[in-house]
């Protein structure tokens, strides 16, 4: 089984709803992160959570929200989706090591489509 | 401003020679740089950590360089093998906050 999972895989929506993307983990990990993808701009950071209590803004928050339910979950909701806000979403995990320098492990991509 | 940059041209190769991948930056003074993997419709794959301090870091056919007076990390797959097909990206640690921020990636395909 994925050690990382996200569910939708998949998703077209309309503009203006509200859409949740779920990450899942059973890595064990505390730090979760999410990302988005676009073509020929890289993966950029929206949110990210150290621990359970802990919640802060990427580089591109606004529009989005989350939630840290468990240590095991993350969710990314998007309060009124823009068309602009389709996109490729990653989640990810890591686990801080001793210094600097903990590898992120990816789920598999929710394909965001709204129109 | 704050910049990571790859060669968004896909390299193309032919099998068995050496892919080399090139990550530079600018105004950024991070404490390490990792290469990641990533395959159409999957999410990155962590390859390969360099600190700071290191010049070379080895991993079976791969070898990543960490210049930090010239901002740049090359990377390289010796032997190359049409599996070795996917786009590689280049992250590096933005402030000391374990946050990272990636390159747009560079796309090689291995011709076999």
């Known amino acids: 089984d994925a050690d990382v999972t996200q569910t939708p895989r998949n998703r077209i929506t309309k503009t203006g709803k509200r859409i949740m993307l779920e990450c899942s983990q059973t890595?064990?990990?505390?730090?979760m992160y999410w990302y988005r993808q676009d073509p020929g701009l890289g993966l950029r950071l929206i949110y990210y959570?150290?621990?359970?209590?802990?919640?802060n803004k990427g580089e591109i928050s606004d529009g989005y929200s989350v939630s840290r339910q468990a240590q095991a979950k993350f969710s990314l909701s998007l309060e009124s989706a823009i068309p602009n806000q389709t996109a490729l979403y990653f989640c990810a995990t890591s686990e801080p090591t001793s210094g600097s320098g903990d590898e992120q492990f990816f789920g598999p991509g929710t394909r965001l489509t709204v129109l | 401003s704050q910049k990571i940059e790859q060669n968004s041209e896909a390299l193309n190769i032919q099998e068995g020679k050496t892919a080399t991948l090139t990550c530079n930056y600018t105004?950024?003074?991070?404490?390490?740089l990792q290469w990641y993997r990533q395959d159409p419709g999957r999410g990155p794959v962590f390859l390969l950590l360099?600190?700071?301090?290191?010049k070379e870091k080895r991993k079976e056919r791969l070898k990543v360089t960490f210049d930090t007076t010239l901002k740049q990390s090359l990377f390289h797959i010796t032997a190359s093998q049409p599996a070795d097909s996917a786009t590689y990206l280049c992250a590096l640690e933005a402030d000391s906050s374990y946050k990272l921020i990636f390159g747009s990636g560079t796309r090689l395909l291995v011709r076999p």
């Open positions: 360099i600190r700071e301090n290191e």
């Open positions: 959570s150290f621990d359970v209590k802990d919640i």
């Open positions: 105004n950024y003074s991070p404490a390490y």
């Open positions: 890595k064990g990990h505390d730090r």
